[in-house]
């Protein structure tokens, strides 16, 4: 009799044991599953108030860029169906600073009718220090600048700064300027009015600014979107360069009129 109750207590606690084990392992899957929900709702949040912030970015292209002043706020708004709200920034930026494949051109506009011909144009590129490693090998680049003038009608000036044989307009120092260890100057003439850039033997960093301030180089758009169900915030910036003509420009003549036979 004695033994009965014993082995009936035994089977109790091994019953308790096996419960609670299997209360923790239900309780962790529950615990898991919950997270596992939470995430999942916070990812979807996240991807919403992103795809509100690439929208705000096309709202930003598709208006009119010839805003008068140096910005344009949008002011907030909602974006239908992704519970963000939306807010974007465009700004004028008189210096152009880019990154430029080997072979492909960059454009400078020189004058508008706001901005008179800067005496100079300085383009700076290359981070690279010195030709001597593998890895500092600094592009070249050819200047065309496109002049249009009552007199002489039209005509394309061409200028090359080679990256290695220091035929560039340096020393800079060992600090380079504005980070770029190159620098060409193209002093300008009376009727220029635009300037294209093109970078051979390897790809660029450029930067290209005037001795006083040159028309609108880029926009610099910056948009930000915030849900409105919780603390999600993303941002999204991009430049938008001038437009260019197509390469054929670099290899074509060029007339500020017509052309006659």
């Not at 915030?226 to 999204?236: D, H, M, P, W, Y």
């Amino acid at each position: 009799m004695n033994k009965k109750h014993s082995q009936s207590g035994q089977v109790g606690i091994i019953i308790i044991l096996i419960m609670v084990v299997l209360l923790t392992f239900g309780l962790s899957i529950a615990s898991r599953s919950t997270r596992e929900v939470a995430l999942s709702q916070q990812e979807e949040e996240s991807n919403r108030v992103f795809n509100a912030a690439e929208a705000g970015v096309e709202r930003a292209l598709a208006t009119d860029l010839n805003f008068q002043g140096e910005s344009l706020e949008s002011g907030a708004t909602t974006i239908p169906g992704t519970d963000s709200d939306l807010n974007y920034n465009i700004t004028k930026n008189r210096v152009l600073e880019t990154r430029l494949i080997e072979g492909t051109t960059a454009m400078v506009q020189m004058q508008d009718d706001t901005y008179s011909l800067p005496s100079s144009i300085y383009i700076d590129w290359s981070r690279a220090t010195d030709c001597n490693s593998a890895t500092d090998q600094p592009a070249s680049v050819i200047v065309s600048v496109y002049s249009v003038t009552a007199s002489t009608s039209a005509d394309v000036r061409h200028y090359s700064f080679a990256g290695c044989n220091r035929n560039d307009d340096i020393p800079l120092g060992s600090a380079g300027q504005n980070g770029y260890f190159r620098r060409g100057i193209v002093n300008t003439q009376a009727g220029d009015q635009f300037m294209r850039i093109k970078t051979v033997y390897n790809n660029t960093y450029l930067r290209v600014s005037g001795s006083s301030i040159l028309p609108t180089q880029a926009y610099d758009i910056r948009s930000e979107a915030t849900s409105q169900l919780g603390n999600e915030a993303r941002t999204v910036e991009v430049k938008r360069t001038l437009s260019i003509a197509p390469s054929v420009m670099d290899f074509a003549l060029f007339s500020g009129t017509t052309l006659t036979k």
